[in-house]
């Protein structure tokens, strides 16, 4: 397998973008992770698109972007994985050019979830789980699933509605200073505690909203990294994932995802580190008990220390490691094809040390980072690891 490097990223405005359509919001991340790479749309030979595509007017939203973009005749695919589909595209090529077969590829990520209403965001994406069972017998969506983790995890070991708040209330103050992001507002516990409930002990503020937007990398080969003279490539250090039952009256237990804990052991094999070594991380915080689940899923912590990590500020810039200092899924949104992408291309900035403004930008010890992207409740899951 050969090196692979992310060499140029674009990122769009998060947000309800109704200025444009599904084409038009690709290219905007297009064009400048093409740009930033030296290349053109005739230069890249392969190209992954990650798009679930079901709330926009697009049936084949790959073959539709990569005409917009210039892009028909490259090897095209489109992926899916659910809210981890992003990084299942960037998997899809990073194995493309690691086997040898393209020397470059272009992963995009896309979704227009706005074009529909609230209601039907929410059930469409509530069909993604057991849907025969759970969902037409009981009603359960994803608001549900994770309000079932969130009070096994207070019964468990204590936590608090205040310390789920915490969660948002960090993930808002790096949001407010991202400008891609789709929410750029502070909040405080209090704003949390009193907006309405979703799924108790879940509140409006505890859910991530629904969002427009793209992302993309494009992924060289170590040799056309030396040709493209390349000053900061980021690589791909290793990927890791798993997968989980989509039937939650199968699991064991609520109190973590036991295929981000596999994910992320094989990515820290392939990649040679260890938790401790990470710099700076991305995790899959659609709602606010799953960031405190993924600490504890990666090994930031042990098993019931995730919300004490919340309440001595560890996890922000300056502590013992920042996560999700874009505003995460939870202020900066989460388009669901785009946000594994997204996530790439914030690390990438994050280890290329370009993040604006400074207090946004983690201090880098190893030059190591980490993406934990999560599709469903753990039935899917991918943890990518990046060394600059």
């Known amino acids: 397998m050969r090196k692979v490097a992310i060499v140029g990223v674009g990122h769009s405005k998060f947000g309800e973008r109704q200025d444009v359509n599904v084409r038009e919001l690709a290219f905007e991340s297009v064009k400048t ?6 290349l053109t749309p005739r230069d890249i030979p392969y190209v992954s698109v990650g798009s679930i595509g079901v709330w926009y007017e697009e049936p084949l939203p790959a073959v539709a972007i990569a005409e917009y973009c210039g892009l028909t005749g490259s090897s095209l695919i489109r992926v899916e994985a659910a809210c981890a589909t992003g990084s299942a595209a ?9 086997s040898g077969y393209f020397d470059t590829a272009l992963v995009i ?25 759970e969902f037409e017998n009981f009603g359960l969506t994803f608001p549900g699933y994770y309000a079932l983790y969130a009070t096994a995890y207070m019964n468990r070991f204590g936590a608090s509605e205040e310390d789920l708040a915490l969660v948002a209330v ?8 991202n400008p891609l992001a789709h929410i750029q507002r502070e909040i405080t516990v209090e704003d949390v505690l009193s907006s309405y409930v979703v799924a108790w002990p879940l509140k409006l503020y505890d859910c991530c909203p629904i969002t427009d937007g793209s992302a993309a990398v494009v992924l060289a080969s170590e ?6 003279k390349v000053d900061t490539p980021v690589w791909i250090a290793g990927i890791g994932s798993s997968s989980g039952t989509g039937t939650l009256s199968y699991r064991s237990d609520f109190i ?37 689940m993924a600490y504890e899923d990666l090994g930031f912590c042990g098993r019931g220390e995730g919300f004490k990590m919340i309440r001595e500020g560890q996890t922000e810039v300056g502590g013992k490691i920042p996560v999700n200092i874009d505003g995460g899924l939870k202020a900066k949104g989460h388009p669901i094809g785009a946000t594994g992408v997204s996530m790439m291309v914030e690390l990438t900035k994050q280890l290329r040390e370009e993040v604006k403004p400074s207090s946004r930008q983690a201090p880098m010890k190893n030059y190591v980072a980490l993406a934990h992207n999560v599709g469903g409740t753990g039935h899917y899951c991918y943890v990518t690891i990046l060394r600059r």
């Open 109 to 133: 990520g896309v979704e227009k979830m706005r074009e529909v209403d609230t209601f039907t965001a929410v059930e469409l994406m509530g069909r993604a789980g057991s849907y025969l069972w």
């Open 223 to 228: 040799e056309k990294v030396k040709e493209l």
């Open 33 to 38: 992770a093409l740009e930033e790479a030296g």
């Open 170 to 177: 960090k993930n808002h103050r790096y949001g407010a200073m």
């Open 256 to 292: 973590g995802l036991d295929a981000a804990v596999k994910a992320s052991r094989i990515a820290y094999k392939i990649a040679g580190v260890e938790p401790r070594d990470i710099d700076v991380a991305e995790v899959h915080d659609c709602f606010t008990i799953a960031e405190l």
């Open 90 to 98: 960037v998997y899809s090529a990073y194995t493309a050019v690691a």
